[in-house]
């Protein structure tokens, strides 16, 4: 079942020469636009009729436009009934009536792909602006659609989108089934809508969500991983943030925030704890080349009312807040993900802790993933920056919506999102 629709796959019966031959020529007369390049590039081959019948797939697509009030689109604009009409047209044989066929479930994609991409109202901070979603061209659509082994496949597990997104369509169809009430769809349809952003399994990316506090890592057609991840406390919150990671920071620093400074390390310094005892330096600024200040020329008091600010950094090593190694993506909002030595934290059922930083359950495995080989740093060296293979996409998105056994529940909406 995919997004709240049952669909069968069936294995594809190999086209005759002489069905192709007649489809093909029907379809380099009859396409136009981006269809045309689109058919032109595989020889004008068709992708939903196969020995002189549309296949599963033309079905499955049929299923989700009729349904497609799920998606918050309206189902008459994609004209089911006439597309189905044309379906059994083209199953009598007429290479005419098949390439009309073709082409007509082909555009009617396109347009539907496009339109569930399209948030209703996105609050995301894109970090880089090429992940700010724009609507895909017909032709950029189907060279995505066409380009797995298993096309009726692709269309059954919707991998156009996010699993996310396939997992909340079918818990709005459920939700509607059991009547549920109006807040409750609407609040579902939020969630939703916040899944729009977010890729399919064929692109290399990850996602994390800040309700359930996990994180999950895709690629080449499927989920790679997942795991457990500590995200921003309420007064902390994890943004809703797209970027794309591009380094790797081996035995970092941590460079603790100013109000911690104040609030939290002058007062044990004051307490009669050293800086060294808690494994941390002072510095002039925050400078790329900070000139370090001997800990006794520091007016703690001043620091502890506020009066004046310093700079202080944790010393890379097993205890570093830090963990590791940090992952950076370019961002305003001072967010990355990074390594930890608090399991504890992580075994939690809530994992609302951090400044909003995201901690990583296993950093190890992800290094792997997003640099193809094990990550380790070949000296005790601080900040060694390693450049990744190749920039990878990081969508943090918020997912309070989860299905019991009754039907449909809400996480708690500990970032007040969903109203």
Request: hydrophobic share 40%; proline share 7%; net charge positive.
């Amino acid at each position: 079942m995919a997004a709240g629709i049952p669909v069968a796959v069936t294995a594809r019966a190999a086209p005759t020469a002489v069905a192709v031959g007649g489809i093909a020529a029907a379809i380099r007369a009859e396409a136009g636009g981006d269809l045309k390049h689109f058919y032109a590039a595989r020889d004008f081959r068709p992708l939903w009729v196969r020995a002189g019948k549309t296949g599963p797939a033309a079905q499955t697509l049929l299923a989700y436009l009729e349904s497609a009030d799920l998606d918050g689109l309206k189902p008459s604009s994609y004209e089911p009934d006439r597309l189905r009409e044309m379906i059994r047209d083209a199953n009598r044989g007429d290479a005419q009536a098949q390439a009309r066929a073709e082409l007509a479930l082909s555009k009617a994609f396109a347009r539907y792909v496009g339109d569930m991409r399209r948030p209703e109202r996105d609050r995301t901070i894109y970090a880089d602006k090429s992940l700010k979603p724009k609507k895909p061209s017909a032709l950029a659509v189907l060279r995505a659609a066409a380009f797995p082994k298993n096309f009726d496949a692709y269309l059954a597990g919707m991998d156009w989108m996010s699993e996310h997104y396939g997992r909340l369509r079918g818990l709005v169809a459920r939700a509607e089934k059991q009547g549920a009430s109006r807040e409750t769809l609407a609040r579902l349809h939020r969630n939703l809508d916040r899944t729009r952003i977010l890729p399919g399994p064929w692109v290399h990316h990850i996602v994390v969500d800040a309700s359930s506090g996990q994180l999950w890592y895709y690629g080449s057609g499927k989920r790679q991983g997942s795991m457990r991840v500590v995200v921003g406390a309420a007064k902390t919150q994890t943004p809703l943030l797209a970027g794309k990671l591009q380094w790797a920071i081996l035995n970092p620093y941590w460079n603790v925030p100013t109000y911690l400074a104040r609030d939290s390390i002058a007062q044990k310094i004051l307490g009669g704890r050293s800086l060294a005892s808690l494994h941390m330096e002072a510095l002039s600024d925050w400078g790329p080349n900070p000139a370090k200040i001997d800990p006794a020329t520091i007016d703690w008091h001043a620091v502890a009312a506020g009066k004046e600010e310093i700079r202080l950094r944790e010393l890379p090593g097993a205890g570093n807040s830090m963990g590791r190694v940090k992952f950076l993506f370019p961002n305003k909002e001072g967010i990355y993900l990074h390594d930890t030595p608090d399991r504890a934290l992580l075994a939690k059922p809530d994992r609302h802790f951090s400044n909003g930083c995201i901690r990583l359950e296993n950093a190890g495995e992800l290094g792997r993933w997003l640099m193809q080989r094990p990550l380790k740093a070949p000296s005790n060296k601080p900040e060694q920056a390693v450049p990744l293979p190749a920039e990878v996409p990081v969508y943090l998105t918020y997912i309070t919506a989860v299905a019991t056994e009754r039907g449909v529940a809400f996480r708690d909406d500990i970032y007040g999102r969903d109203g």
